[in-house]
């Protein structure tokens, strides 16, 4: 067994595996060829057009799981940069994703797929993404990313929401667009035992808002679109401000507090008056994880009035893989049951 090659034929992909706060990321180290395209979004076309069975096939069971998330690195396209970045998960292909840029982060510099530095400099669907590791020999403590600009595209809007009622939300962008949502005006407890409800409740909001109104992007257009639903409540914990839940893609519910969401939160905020320039803001995941986000400066980004989010979080890498795909296996395309 020691000595067993995978026979001629079968397709070979390596991967690392690490958490941040709790959330998955399956980094593809090998076995995929480079990504066309000039620019990174460019990129994310060519992957959702040419590289989607690729991406059911490492998200989804038996290799996966419904609640799987991965990343590609690419070269980066921007100058100054230091890796470009997809992101995948069971629904598609992501703009921007926070516990993501945190993870892999700390998979790079621990693994030496880069060489020892402070800064990371991203190349994501959504713009530049400057990580900065906090390092201690040899291991990455914390990573704490400056984000996109974030602003708000609505406050208390109100929508019907078949077997939900009338709900009210706000809408913030992150590097990806949510509908915050207050659990307590349904009824919601934010925690593991309520999973379920959860996730029916969010997606049936984010359908409904995404039937009732335009989402866009002021300078992007494949940006524009409701990536998911955050719930948000007191904290379990003394150590933290609030709690995000958020319910993304199809019916997938992120076990950290969600970094574009924390960064959407931290616009929404701001512009309520409730968080200053460089006051952090603790936000607790359903699994009591935490990430904490800053305002680090205010900016404006086309019509908006926005904040520049930087959040941080931890990571740990738990394994590495090499997945095969036997050219006769009937579910190497993956599939999901939920």
């Not at 800064?119 to 590791?133: E, S, Y």
């Not at 609505?154 to 709900?167: I, K, M, Q, S, T």
Request: a negative charge.
């Amino acid at each position: 067994m020691r000595d067993w090659q995978a026979p001629a034929g079968w397709r070979r992909v390596t991967t690392i595996d690490a958490h941040a706060a709790g959330e998955p990321l399956r980094v593809v180290t090998s076995g995929i060829d480079p990504v066309p395209g000039a620019t990174i979004v460019e990129k994310r076309r060519y992957a959702r057009e040419h590289l989607d069975g690729l991406r059911r096939a490492l998200m989804f069971e038996p290799r996966g799981h419904a609640d799987m998330y991965g990343a590609i690195m690419t070269e980066p396209v921007a100058p100054e940069g230091d890796l470009g970045v997809l992101f995948l998960h069971n629904e598609g292909w992501s703009t921007m994703c926070g516990h993501g840029i945190i993870a892999l982060t700390t998979v790079v510099l621990e693994t030496g797929l880069l060489s020892p530095r402070d800064v990371v400099r991203f190349d994501a669907p959504a713009g530049r993404i400057v990580a900065r590791a906090r390092r201690e020999q040899g291991r990455v403590r914390s990573v704490a990313f400056e984000n996109v600009p974030s602003f708000v595209l609505a406050l208390d809007e109100r929508v019907d929401v078949p077997g939900v009622g009338r709900v009210r939300y706000d809408l913030a962008f992150g590097g990806a667009f949510y509908a915050f949502v207050d659990a307590a005006d349904l009824g919601l407890a934010l925690d593991a035992a309520h999973y379920r409800a959860l996730i029916d409740a969010g997606s049936r909001i984010k359908r409904a808002v995404m039937a009732a109104r335009e989402v866009r992007h002021p300078f992007e257009p494949e940006l524009s679109f409701l990536y998911g639903t955050i719930f948000t409540g007191p904290p379990l914990g003394d150590d933290a401000h609030s709690r995000n839940v958020c319910v993304f893609a199809e019916g997938e519910v992120d076990r950290s507090p969600t970094g574009t969401g924390v960064s959407a939160r931290l616009a929404i905020e701001h512009a309520r008056g409730r968080v200053g320039v460089a006051e952090a803001f603790a936000v607790e995941s359903i699994i009591g994880t935490r990430f904490v986000g800053r305002v680090a400066r205010t900016a404006r980004f086309g019509p908006h009035d926005a904040v520049v989010p930087e959040v941080e979080g931890s990571a740990w890498i738990t394994g590495r893989s090499e997945l095969l795909f036997a050219p006769d296996d009937p579910l190497a395309g993956g599939f999901i049951l939920r």
